[in-house]
């Protein structure tokens, strides 16, 4: 089973982060989809994360993932990004975000991750000027 390790390897790769910004990311992406997602698929999704993702929630938190589903915006991750990995262009951030949800899903086998918890990420305009 792959670890995080390999998870954020991939993710470096693909949009072009160091492995440390991709770490965060997949840290911060794990974190928003099991605050966003009903308690019951929380459950399901802590399971089927790897424990070395798992492992860094405190109980507190696995447990506020598995009773309360929590409104956290797209808006709000791609900011997270900024200022915890430092990924300073929300064109990249949303990448890096869309990248990782896409990841997680491969691993826990959840299609549907990003349509049902980060809902419709894609149709999100980050430069409404443009």
Known sequence: MEG???LVNQLAQRVGITPE???TAITLVSKTLLQKAEPNKASSLLSKLPSSITNIFSDNEKQQ???TKQSVSNEEV???LGTD???K???KAQQTTEEAVKLLQEKT???D???NVMGKFKNMDLNPFD
């Open 109 to 111: 086998g959840e299609n």
């Open 113 to 115: 991750l990003l349509d």
């Open 65 to 67: 993932f598995t009773s």
């Open 78 to 80: 791609i900011r997270k």
């Open 85 to 87: 990995a430092g990924i």
């Open 89 to 91: 262009d929300p064109k």
């Open 4 to 6: 995080q390790q390999d």
């Open 21 to 23: 910004q991709a770490n």
